[in-house]
């Protein structure tokens, strides 16, 4: 998984790393129409695990620009009250395909270990959507509960988010690093479908955001 034999720099260090990461992290959604009447709601944030593979270009002895493909799962707990006796709960989660675009400028090596600070942004595809909720009305003493209902259609394909991230690369031997680093994902765009039919995401518009530790080992 390693060019080294015939593509190093000068201090040695390759110039090609390939590897694999695990992301868990938290992820929320984070309301655009706050303000408005009967708006939707962050009602809080949901444990997700995404993975992933890395590839690393260095373009010098600082800087490396790094890609890969990431699965990512994310989401958010919402709330909304249709009406002034109905309460809305629903815990929303997504899962897409990434491609990050970043640039990473790395310390020089202090024995084992390089610092690192990174940004770009990361593009992405949703494939999957689904919800669990529950409506209660308070007035007519009645609740409606729906569990892992399918919901795709009222997310919007594509998505974008600008990653901001720090971390280190800790040499395990020869040209196998250990990667250990927190991201943010920032939510660019809106990932609700302007024809929404769910009643938690019709006219809202939210955005994805998520924090996560990546563990990953570069070869």
């Known amino acids: 998984w390693s060019f080294t034999a015939f593509a190093q720099t000068q201090d040695g260090e390759p110039k090609f790393h390939f590897g694999v990461k695990v992301a868990p992290g938290v992820s929320w959604l984070k309301s655009d ?3 408005e009447n009967n708006a939707t709601l962050n009602d809080g944030s949901l444990l997700r695990l995404s993975y992933g593979f890395i590839t690393d270009f260095r373009i010098s002895s600082n800087y490396t620009f790094s890609t890969g493909v990431d699965i990512n799962y994310e989401g958010g707990k919402l709330k909304r009250q249709p009406t002034a006796d109905t309460l809305l709960n629903q815990k929303q989660r997504l ?3 990434e491609i990050p675009l970043t640039i990473r400028l790395n310390t020089n090596r202090i024995g084992y270990l390089k610092y690192y600070f990174q940004a770009g942004l990361a593009p992405g595809i949703n494939i999957r959507a689904n919800y ?5 009305n308070t007035k ?8 892992n209902k399918d919901d795709i259609k009222d997310i919007n394909t594509f998505n974008l988010s600008m990653i901001i991230g720090a971390g280190v690369n800790y040499n395990l031997s020869g040209s196998t690093d250990l990667l250990l680093g927190l991201t943010f994902h920032n939510g660019l765009l809106d990932v609700t479908d ?3 039919s769910n009643e938690a995401l019709k006219g809202s518009k939210l955005k ?3 924090v996560s ?3 990953g080992i570069l070869f």
């Open 213 to 215: 530790l990546n563990v």
């Open 140 to 147: 007519n003493n009645f609740e409606i509960d729906d569990t």
């Open 33 to 35: 129409n706050s303000g």
């Open 132 to 136: 669990d909720a529950t409506k209660v």
């Open 95 to 97: 899962q897409y395909i």
């Open 208 to 210: 994805s955001n998520l």
């Open 194 to 196: 302007k024809d929404a």
